[in-house]
């Protein structure tokens, strides 16, 4: 055989195994990604590594979307907080509602849970809303909860933020090994704040983060060099970074704004949660339709001009490993 005929057929085969090989360490996620069984309201997303279990879990706001009886919004209230598991981040399968122990008052509402783990302990960061109103008039705290299973949560305070108007925590540790929570301030126009600790039980509230758009669901990680934010303003994802943890600065462009061609991806995303995981992020947010609202993923891009991009109609390949 020839030496260039010899040399064609190995950079062809060499071609073939390369995506072969990828594909083999990956998986393409479902899409949808995932629904919840009880009441088809799947949303407000948090995921984190069960380090006993090996696997991923996701909990979530399990919305009474498909509550026949529900009248107002009090579908979306009288909610508990759903699990799933997945050993990969590409399959998702139903586990159970999460045991909380904080619900004081009849009717209670669990929202929008944030997890980080610390020193070997899950805490949750949790909305806590005292009863299932018909509307928005009513207070809402934020509490902190610790497990040691992520099934299980023991209740240990109502974190002092600035009023008792507040919801969608989220709690990311820094550089400085300090932990900043992010969450928004209903009562200062939907503006999102942000509150300081050195331990994850005692905190300090710092005031305004970020309000040039109203928005919610406020989600901190770091990547590619910048700490970045991202908030839900209802009409897509809007875009921060900032070399500080303080100063922050818009992209012009907005995530899943534009609702996707993929099964039941065809509205815009809402509150949302990222993993960073082996230099890879991955974007997971809920689409909602007519009341019923599901889990999307899609994987993020990194721009030369410092900016956050992805693609919602290409399919996902994603492996999530456990994080060191």
Excluded at 75 to 90: F, L, N, Q, Y
Aim: charged fraction near 25%; glycine fraction near 6%.
């Amino acid at each position: 055989m020839r030496p260039i005929l010899k040399l064609s057929l190995f950079v062809f085969a060499f071609a073939i195994l390369i995506p072969a090989t990828l594909h083999a360490q990956s998986d393409i996620a479902d899409k949808p990604l995932f629904h919840d069984p009880i009441y088809d309201g799947a949303a407000d997303p948090a995921f984190i590594y069960n380090r006993k279990e090996h696997k991923w879990f996701m909990l979530y706001t399990n919305r009474r979307a498909t509550d026949a009886n529900a009248h107002g919004v009090t579908w979306v209230h009288g909610t508990r907080i759903g699990i799933a598991e997945s050993v990969d981040g590409a399959h998702w399968k139903y586990v159970d509602t999460a045991n909380i122990n904080y619900r004081p008052d009849s009717g209670f509402t669990h929202w929008a849970p944030a997890l980080i783990e610390n020193k070997g302990l899950y805490h949750m960061f949790l909305t806590y809303v005292p009863g299932t109103f018909t509307d928005w008039n009513h207070p809402r705290n934020i509490v902190h909860l610790t497990s040691t299973d992520l099934r299980n949560w023991k209740f240990e305070a109502i974190v002092p933020l600035v009023n008792n108007k507040v919801i969608d925590p989220y709690v990311v540790k820094m550089q400085d090994g300090t932990f900043r929570m992010f969450y928004n301030n209903e009562k200062d126009g939907k503006s999102i704040y942000y509150a300081d600790s050195k331990d994850l039980y005692h905190w300090t509230d710092k005031g305004l983060a970020v309000h040039d758009m109203s928005g919610e669901g406020p989600i901190a990680f770091t990547w590619k060099g910048h700490n970045w934010l991202i908030v839900d303003n209802w009409k897509g994802l809007g875009v921060y970074n900032s070399p500080d943890w303080t100063t922050w600065k818009r992209q012009d462009e907005r995530l899943v704004e534009i609702p996707g061609t993929g099964k039941e991806d065809n509205g815009k995303g809402d509150h949302a949660d990222v993993v960073v995981n082996n230099d890879h992020a991955y974007l997971f947010y809920f689409v909602e339709i007519n009341k019923r609202s599901w889990i999307q993923v899609t994987e993020l891009k990194y721009r030369p001009d410092g900016t956050l991009t992805c693609d919602r109609n290409e399919p996902t390949h994603i492996k999530l490993s456990a994080p060191k």
